[in-house]
């Protein structure tokens, strides 16, 4: 069985940042994209960023230039650097893979649990 344990979310005032982080453990046999989204209380959940294999990324608008996401490959981890971070971002940030697990023969979507982010002064 697979999944992703998040961590590194916090209170944070304006202006600072915060780093998270999601690690995929259990049986998994193979990772392809790997990507952290948000749900903002009254809305939908939001792509935030996401990464693929290779290191290609992409990030919504209105994160472009404040947020880098990486990966390392090794430990089958996914981060999320967050700077400059505003009271907008306050959100629930997931963590999501598409990934093999070992014993399946098709890649599903794997969700994590959610870390809380709050900025506020």
């Known amino acids: 069985q697979a999944q992703l344990v998040e961590s590194g979310g916090g209170l944070v005032q304006p202006g600072g940042s915060l780093r998270l982080s999601c690690a995929a453990s259990?049986?998994?046999?193979?990772?392809?994209?790997m990507g952290w989204y948000r749900q903002a209380i009254g809305k939908q959940r939001e792509l935030v960023a996401g990464?693929?294999?290779?290191?290609?990324?992409n990030y919504a608008d209105a994160v472009k230039g404040r947020f880098t996401i990486s990966r390392d490959n090794a430990k089958n981890t996914v981060y999320l650097q967050m700077n400059s971070l505003k009271p907008e971002d306050t959100a629930v940030y997931y963590c999501?893979?598409?990934?093999?697990?070992?014993?399946?023969?098709?890649?599903?979507?794997?969700w994590g649990q959610g870390t809380r982010v709050t900025v506020s002064a």
């Open positions: 999501n893979s598409r990934l093999l697990a070992a014993g399946r023969i098709t890649y599903a979507d794997y």
């Open positions: 259990g049986r998994v046999f193979s990772i392809s994209t």
């Open positions: 990464i693929t294999s290779a290191g290609s990324t």
